[in-house]
């Protein structure tokens, strides 16, 4: 079948990496890509959210397929754009409907769901412009540190963790008074603070089955030692060590199934992936939040790990027949590690060649954040480039990330040198 893909990080180039290696692929589109994807399959200058010219594109290329890797296009949503569109239904698009793709577009949308189907999370309250000195009553009735976060979607970067009081009744201000985050942070959700581990659990459903794909975890702070400010993501481990059968068990009782089962009770239309972002506290696992898409830099160690045809399993997701086909993975350990523009998260330098990817061996590269210029792979955002690796145990995947990593320069390179710190 020939598929358009749509997004142009990391985890789109993992997922052409993925979908390649199927039979039932006859031709790869990623719009708008980047140097990776340009390698193995045909970039299209082409935005993820504009709808009229993917239709275009769709009819005039007989797409039977889209995937959508990232968030924007699903909250704008793109799938309901082709299911109510004659011309385009018999294109399948792997991504939930608009409602449900709520779960990460609104925070206060995923607190009521968590709720109202007794989904194990954190106590919390939404507050706007006009209640600002109300939310501001609500922070001195918590203990700290004291969660914000910006109801829509603010590129991962909506969220404060502070320990100061007053700090944190000024930056809610900021956030709703002066707009800090933009229009994400009209509303903002304050939330009880957790104190615990974090853990990436990834579910595929088509509505109605699931498959829980393997666990990983992430490290979002810019600095080792988990400090500085948050990223998209510097690095990934999966599996993760600490999650044993009883609390797998845990969270796909707790967790997952009523997650699939709420959809279905609240009638919401879902073909796609499930991010929960899970912190146990106490051995106990609860929710944090949603996405509606794979994580990234998850991604780049969870489909490595993944041994089944993932071309195949879209196609059941789309045919509602999940349940028909199996889900194998492999034992050994992925790692990756992020190489980012030197000032990132803040403001950072683009443009810069990138030297040794020829020479990288034992090791899989993504690209995130590069393009072509005059035939030289330059960097083109944040987060540049994954390096991805396979041991027996993290640590040796993660031994072979660096090593690999040692090869590559481009100028003002940064990397954390800590990856899976936490789990020694």
């Known amino acids: 079948m020939t598929i358009l893909l749509l997004g142009s990080g990391g985890r789109e180039h993992a997922l052409a990496w993925k979908m ?3 039979s039932k692929c006859s031709k790869l589109f990623v719009a708008p890509g980047n140097a990776g994807t340009s390698q193995i399959a045909v970039n299209v200058d082409m935005s993820a959210t504009d709808f009229e010219s993917i239709k275009s594109f769709s009819l005039e290329e007989k797409i039977d397929m889209i995937v959508v890797g990232p968030e924007d296009p699903l909250v704008n949503g793109i799938y309901d754009f082709f299911k109510n569109d ?3 239904q018999h294109i399948h698009v792997i991504g939930p409907s608009k409602k449900g793709a709520q779960l990460e577009g609104s925070k206060e949308f995923a607190k009521e769901f968590l709720i109202k189907h007794k989904i194990p999370t954190a106590a919390y309250d939404s507050f706007t412009k006009d209640t600002v000195e109300k939310g501001c009553r609500f922070l001195e009735r918590l203990q700290p540190p004291y969660v914000l976060k910006a109801d829509g979607l603010a590129a991962g970067k909506g ?27 009209s509303k ?4 009880e603070f957790l104190d615990g581990i974090e853990l990436s659990c990834f579910v595929l459903t088509d509505g109605k089955n699931y498959k829980i794909l393997p666990t990983a975890k992430d490290y979002k702070r810019i600095g080792e030692g988990d400090t500085g400010l948050n990223t998209g993501g510097m690095g990934a481990v999966s599996p993760v060590p600490f999650a044993d059968a009883v609390l797998l068990e845990k969270i796909e009782k707790r967790i997952v199934q009523p997650t699939i089962e709420g959809l279905q009770k609240d009638k919401i239309e879902y073909k796609g992936f499930v991010f929960i972002g899970l912190i146990i506290v106490k051995g106990e696992p609860m929710v944090i939040e949603y996405n509606v898409r794979m994580g990234d830099p998850e991604t780049e160690v969870v489909l490595p790990r993944i041994q089944s045809d993932l071309v195949e399993l879209f196609q059941a997701v789309a045919d509602g027949k999940l349940d028909e086909v199996s889900l194998e993975i492999d034992t050994r350990s992925a790692t990756t590690v992020m190489l980012v523009s030197g000032g990132y998260p803040e403001e950072y330098e683009k443009g810069h060649e990138i030297f040794g990817l020829e020479t990288i061996t034992d090791s899989i590269v993504f690209h995130a954040g590069t393009k072509v210029v005059d035939e030289k792979v330059v960097s083109n955002g944040g987060r540049v480039l994954a390096v991805t690796s396979y041991g027996d145990y993290f640590q040796e995947a993660i031994k072979k990330s660096y090593q690999n990593i040692e090869k590559l320069h481009f100028d003002t390179m940064y990397y954390r040198k800590d990856i899976g710190f936490d789990l020694l």
């Open 20 to 22: 390649l290696q199927s």
């Open 188 to 191: 903002v959700v304050i939330e």
């Open 86 to 88: 004659t011309s385009l």
């Open 159 to 185: 969220v404060l963790i502070l320990n100061d009081l007053h700090e944190a009744q000024t930056e809610l201000r900021n956030m709703l008074v002066h707009a800090k985050f933009g229009e994400a942070s």
